[in-house]
């Protein structure tokens, strides 16, 4: 069995990343664009402030990242934040 190379080790995040947001993501939470703009009208009511879909993914990665911070070496963390960044991708485009 060979040892993890930091080119193999990207790529299983990645790959996690990519199945969560186009596979597994719809089937469990529904439409990325729907849920994100639902949040952002949320989060702006409670915050007196207009927060869009992709501000919803920049702050949904701002969470996963104070995660990480505290805790860098739980992969679960890296993905979340790939899987972020492409749903704010989706909504920003």
């Known amino acids: 069995m060979?040892?993890?190379?930091?080119q193999s080790i990207r790529q299983a995040v990645l790959d996690r990343a990519a199945q969560a947001v186009t596979v597994?993501?719809?089937?469990t939470h529904g439409d990325v664009e729907a849920s994100f703009v639902a949040l952002s009208a949320i989060w702006s009511a409670r915050l007196g402030v207009t927060v869009s879909a992709a501000q919803v993914a920049i702050m949904l990665v701002d969470l996963k990242g104070t995660r990480a911070w505290g805790n860098p070496g739980h992969e679960d963390n890296w993905?979340?934040?790939?899987?972020?960044?492409a749903c704010g991708a989706e909504v920003a485009g």
């Open 2 to 6: 060979s040892a993890e190379t930091p």
């Open 24 to 27: 597994d993501r719809a089937a």
């Open 79 to 85: 993905v979340d934040i790939a899987g972020y960044a």
